[in-house]
């Protein structure tokens, strides 16, 4: 039964919004919000016809946009009550060619995914397959963590609020060095764990773990449940979490990464392993249709009590950094929260170093929301065009410049890592650099086996279960380094490759790999 826009109840003597306004108010949106519930009285007043004129803006501010960033392509969609109300592209899907980007591009949408996947679940939900309280282990028995008693009883929900205890992006590396979802969501058992339900941590493999113990309940795998449960009925007919559907698009946006001045698209990222939290790609028309849905508390297709847990709060994301700030939110696969206008704002940002930077922001209380997604790594371009418009929406004017505001603290995204960024090779290395005492096979639980071996003109390492094959450089003493480039370790990263015993000559007996050591699991020892 679906609950009256303005309904309200008691629990616990404390008087509760249950609507979530699927749609906008007739007349003056003032009277309106004077009959609002307490807790759902926003902190300004949006007068009549300030809507209409941020969506007159958009075109505008996307504009903008572009030519500040600079960056290849973009497609913003605007939806309110239900109806998209805008739709347009800007530049081009890839550098150096012609082809313009439109309404119907098809974007990868990074960690978008993760909303979209939780309304993939709210409709298993709906359909009585699961709970967001299912422990995994009832549909994954294989599924352990590090902990047996939190990996007994970990819930879907528990997964898609990263509230599971597993540290903040548990498996990336993983996937970065080549193993696939199976494998991975197997070894997150050997990760150590934080405490479970009141830390959280932001962590993909995580999230994809509890998309397939749904993916399981239903006797499908993800891609297909999502396409026949949420993309079919809602007319998505360009959206899927399979690569290789993207990739046959005609009509569809190639990443790019700054190459020193400008936009190339360098890099493709795959995201098949962790398609529940990052491997969606869509259009802008067809985001619209799902944005709609949201809106309107599911429509026809969820029902309201399945999805309303998704976009309620669930985790404190960011801690109040001062008695006057307000925390982070975090729901099931959706942003959540109070914005500066004291309306509720669900939101999501998505992200590829290698070339995608994503945006939407949704207010359940003036059934508006906007969407945007670019063919960029991310510079915050897609985030100043949805806060410009919200800004609009609830105050009738720009309250920053937030392109100024986000494009620096963007940056780190796409900054190389490593302790030796910047520093200066030593003059007068000590020790041999070539050193038949390091080569061989050093083990490791969760990564697998290394190889250090002598390709003829260097020390060379193999990665991951290809392998990947890097060339070491010999920096001082036991100590090379080498250039690892994937989605974690952007243009310029360096990674030290330490062995131990440090004596030279001596025989080698382990081996710790910087970039793979973020969560102290990066030490390799000789088989």
Do not use: C
Request: hydrophobic share 40%; no cysteine.
């Amino acid at each position: 039964m679906r609950i009256d826009r303005l309904g309200v109840t008691i629990a616990g003597g404390v008087l509760l919004a249950t609507g979530l306004l699927s749609g906008g108010f007739s007349g003056s949106r003032a009277m309106a919000e004077d009959l609002l519930p307490p807790p759902m009285q926003p902190g300004t007043v949006i007068s009549e016809g300030q809507i209409e004129d941020a969506i007159a803006a958009v075109d505008g501010i996307a504009q903008d946009i572009m030519r500040r960033s600079g960056i290849p392509g973009m497609a913003v969609v605007v939806v309110r009550d239900g109806e998209t109300v805008f739709a347009k592209g800007y530049g081009v899907r890839k550098v150096g060619e012609e082809a313009a980007v439109d309404a119907d591009t098809v974007f990868q949408l990074a960690s978008l995914s993760k909303s979209v996947s939780g309304t993939v679940v709210a409709h298993a939900v709906g359909e009585g397959l699961v709970t967001w309280d299912t422990p995994l282990v009832e549909h994954l028995p294989w599924f352990e963590l590090s902990e047996p008693w939190v990996g007994d009883h970990v819930t879907i929900g528990d997964m898609f609020s990263h509230r599971s205890g597993l540290p903040a992006h548990a498996g990336d590396h993983l996937e970065d060095i080549g193993f696939d979802r199976q494998e991975i969501l197997e070894r997150l058992r050997f990760v150590p764990l934080n405490s479970f339900r009141n830390t959280y941590a932001y962590t993909n493999f995580g999230l994809t773990a509890g998309g397939e113990a749904v993916a399981a309940a239903a006797g499908t795998d993800w891609a297909s449940l999502a396409e026949e449960t949420v993309f079919k009925p809602l007319g998505m007919n360009a959206t899927s979490y399979r690569f290789d559907d993207f990739v046959a698009r005609e009509n569809r946006a190639l990443g790019h990464s700054k190459v020193g001045d400008a936009w190339q698209p360098k890099y493709v990222r795959q995201p098949d392993a962790q398609a529940p939290a990052g491997g969606v790609s869509a259009s802008a028309n067809d985001f619209g249709k799902w944005l709609a849905m949201v809106v309107a508390e599911g429509g026809d297709l969820i029902p309201q009590e399945a999805l309303l847990p998704a976009i309620q709060s669930q985790m404190i994301s960011g801690a109040m950094p001062s008695p006057a700030a307000r925390p982070g939110l975090y729901g099931f696969g959706f942003g959540t929260g109070v914005d500066a206008s004291g309306r509720v704002s669900i939101s999501h940002s998505g992200a590829f170093a290698m070339g995608t930077g994503t945006h939407f922001a949704l207010l359940p209380l003036d059934g508006v929301a906007i969407g945007v997604l670019t063919n960029a790594s991310p510079v915050g371009a897609a985030e100043a065009v949805g806060h410009t418009f919200i800004d609009l929406v609830e105050f009738g004017e720009q309250e920053r410049d937030w392109y100024a505001a986000y494009a620096p603290r963007m940056e780190a995204l796409s900054a190389p890592v490593g302790e030796l960024v910047g520093a200066t090779p030593p003059t007068d290395p000590s020790g041999p650099g070539m050193d038949d005492q390091l080569l061989g096979t050093f083990e490791n639980d969760y990564y697998g086996p290394i190889e250090i071996a002598d390709d003829g003109n260097s020390l060379v390492v193999k990665l991951g279960p290809k392998p990947m094959v890097y060339p070491l450089t010999h920096w001082d003493g036991r100590t090379y380094v080498f250039e690892p480039r994937d989605e974690n370790n952007p243009d310029g990263s360096i990674s030290k490759l330490t062995f131990s015993p440090a004596e030279p000559r001596a025989l080698a007996t382990e081996v710790t790999v910087e970039f793979l050591n973020s969560n102290g699991l990066g030490t390799f020892t000789r088989n």
